[in-house]
């Protein structure tokens, strides 16, 4: 657990660092999930919580600001509400959840802004980011189950 | 670990509809005619997106730069911790919005008949 948070933490700093930006605000590429759908399949949704909570309270202490964390949290509850509805199914693999995380996550973070701002025009970038979360989600839950199946032959 | 049939299913069915919505939407948009600025859903500004002018935006939390030019808006600075405004780039079209979260600040394009959308949530 504790290499995954680290995991986790890094992939934050990374995405820190990347200039990620298609001039839609909310837009990220959303590689920590990574590490929190592998501890969804590895250990279960209460470590994957745990994870998941330090993950975004570190980093945002490190390379971001108590602004940024609360704003991050809301984003990663929804899309965590969502990866855990998606996988208690049954019906898909890690991939399928990384989708609906990404796609959530997104949908929920330009909800949030929009309230913040107070103005609902912004939802026009709605489509964009579903988008977005398709793909990242995508490369995400790919590369996620690919490190998964090295995981679990080292284990063995 | 190979895909399930579901997920990529899932995926294209997600990534086709919002395509298809966004398609719509941009064959609807059209060239705005005007900048109207919001600070926490409040207009503070409105300005005409034919002239060229460059104004200070000053809200509550900080100092966004305004520039407009040549049918299109964007900002050129601002004093806000990520910049992230600054970097949503030029915007022209009805509907297109620059948003400066910790700031409040939204920047929006309407049209003639004001904005398609609701111009405030509350």
């Not at chain 2, 086709?16 to 059209?30: K, Q």
């Not at chain 2, 910049?83 to 920047?107: A, D, F, T, Y």
């Not at chain 2, 929006?108 to 008949?113: A, F, K, L, S, V």
């Amino acid at each position: 657990m504790g290499l995954l948070l680290a995991t986790a933490l890094i992939l934050s700093y990374i995405e820190s660092l990347i200039p990620f930006f298609f001039g839609v605000p909310g837009m990220k590429l959303g590689l920590p999930n990574m590490a929190i759908v592998m501890a969804l399949y590895m250990f279960g949704w209460k470590e994957a919580i745990v994870i998941n909570v330090f993950r975004i309270v570190i980093s945002g202490f490190l390379f971001g600001n108590m602004y940024g964390i609360l704003f991050s949290l809301s984003g990663a509850v929804i899309s965590f509400i969502a990866m855990l509805i998606i996988k208690s199914t049954d019906r898909f693999s890690m991939t399928g959840t990384s989708i609906i995380g990404g796609v959530f996550h997104n949908i929920a973070q330009i909800l949030v802004a929009a309230f913040v701002v107070k103005t609902s025009g912004i939802i026009y970038y709605m489509p964009v980011l579903i988008i977005a979360g398709v793909i990242t989600g995508f490369i995400n839950g790919t590369i996620a189950s690919q490190v998964m199946a090295h995981i679990r032959r080292i284990i063995k | 670990m190979k895909y399930k049939k579901n997920d990529l299913i899932l995926g294209a069915l997600i990534l086709v509809a919002a395509l298809i919505i966004w398609g719509i939407m941009m064959m609807l948009s059209s060239k705005g005619s005007e900048v109207v600025v919001y600070e926490d859903g409040k207009e503070l500004y409105r300005y005409s997106l034919s002239d060229n002018i460059r104004q200070e935006i000053i809200s509550s939390a900080g100092v966004n730069v305004l520039i407009i030019e040549n049918g299109e808006c964007y900002l050129e600075d601002a004093d806000c911790p990520d910049k992230l405004c600054v970097k949503q780039g030029k915007i022209g079209k009805i509907g297109e919005s620059i948003v400066c979260l910790p700031h409040k600040v939204v920047i929006t394009i309407e049209g003639e008949g004001g904005s398609e959308y609701d111009a405030t949530a509350q």
